[in-house]
Structure formats: C-alpha cells, structure tokens
C-alpha cells in the first residue's frame, strides 16, 4: 500500500523558490499541526516503510493530521489526537500485559498494552507513563499477564486483565517482537467514545516490520 502522491512533492529548485515566496499565505492555510515527539530510532528504513503504510483514517471519524515529527503520524481530534510514533524502545521480555491481535487478513500484531494512571503528553515515550517505574496495571489493582489473549480491540475494561474503566486513562500500545517498535498512544477522550479496534487498521503498517518474538 502507498502513500497519496501528495504527500511526497516533488520540490524542484524552482519549486522551492516558489515555496519560499508564498510562504506566508500557504501557512496560513495549513490544517492543524500536531507536536509529536521524534523516537530515538526513527531514521530506521523500516520506519519509512511503516509510515508510508499507515491508513488516512483510523475508523469513524479519525482523520489523519499532520504531524511535527519523523517517523511519526497522528488521527482525529488535534487538541487530543490519536499519535503513532516509530522507532521507540523495543521492549525486551517482559511481564506486562501482551495481547494479540488477529486481523481479517490473516496477520497477527503482538501488542504491550499500557494504561496510564494519568493522561500523558501526545509526544511521550512508553517509559514516561509512571515515573517511578512501576506496571501501569499494577498500579490500578491488575495482575499483569505475560500470556494473556485479550483482544485490545474490545472494551478494556473488559479483557482478561481489567486496568481501567474506559475513558478514565490513556492507553498506551507498543508493538512486542518487532524491532523497530511503534507506540500508539490514544487519549482518554478517544477510549471513552469508541473502541480500539481501529488499531486494526494499522496492521497492514505495522506488518512492514518482520516479527522475531510472539506473546507467550
């Protein structure tokens, strides 16, 4: 799957002298920008693979916005956007909560599932959701589960491990067994008004990133 053509231009020295001299007017003009902070492996190839692959909308009514970052892609609402980020930390073996996803194509998407305690910035990585270290899912009363088979595309608080109520949270997913790795992270706001089975619509992107590890 390809990209639009118009969002790679071709920008010839002409072109870009053009671009120079209408500035003003076309940022005027521009949609609303997103400030997503950049991973620290985002120039891997494969991310631009991924980015290339990643869908115009996630599900009803979540548009694709741009974004400030490389490697990075945002949907929805501007003031509290859906935020994709590839090229985070790849998450080593771990005790916190690994779902699987089954996709109609056949392809299956490991993911880490994180609730945070407390709404975090758009731009954050995976490691900034609790400062003191501790599982998110502790924290809120729920035993993490390495082999735990909850769909992340139900309801959360209806899953083999129960974190939070929906919409009380962002929610945080990381990919696991993919290097590199891409973090999702969806407001509260999002989590309260729908499920999160438009993270099948990212399946196709993150596919572009072989699997080397599974949930157990």
């Known amino acids: 799957m390809s ?22 007017p076309l ?10 902070a950049v991973a620290p492996d985002a120039a891997d190839p494969a991310c ?18 741009r974004t400030t970052s490389q490697a990075t892609w945002a949907w929805g609402d501007p003031t509290d956007p859906v935020t994709l980020r590839c090229g985070v930390p790849v998450p080593g073996p771990t005790t916190e909560q690994c779902v699987t996803m089954e996709t109609a194509s056949g392809t299956s998407i490991d993911w880490l599932v994180r609730a945070d305690a407390e709404p975090a910035d758009a731009g954050a990585g995976p490691d900034d959701a609790d400062d003191d270290g501790a599982d998110p899912a502790a924290s809120a009363g729920a035993t993490a589960d390495p082999g735990a088979t909850a769909d992340p ?7 083999a491990d129960a974190l939070l109520d929906p919409g009380s949270s962002d929610w945080t997913f990381v990919t696991y067994g993919r290097d590199p790795a891409v973090e999702v992270h969806v407001p509260a706001a999002v989590v309260a008004e729908r499920s999160t089975s438009f993270l099948d619509a990212l399946s196709p992107a993150i596919a572009q990133v072989e699997a080397t590890r599974a949930c157990l």
């Open 3 to 24: 990209r639009s053509p118009r969002r790679r231009p071709a920008r010839t020295a002409a072109g870009a002298a053009t671009l120079a001299l209408a500035g003003v």
């Open 27 to 36: 940022l005027a003009g521009c949609a609303s920008t997103v400030g997503v």
């Open 48 to 65: 631009a693979r991924v980015v290339l692959a990643l869908p115009e909308q996630l599900g009803d009514g979540l548009a694709e916005l």
């Open 153 to 159: 595309t139900a309801d959360p608080s209806s899953g």
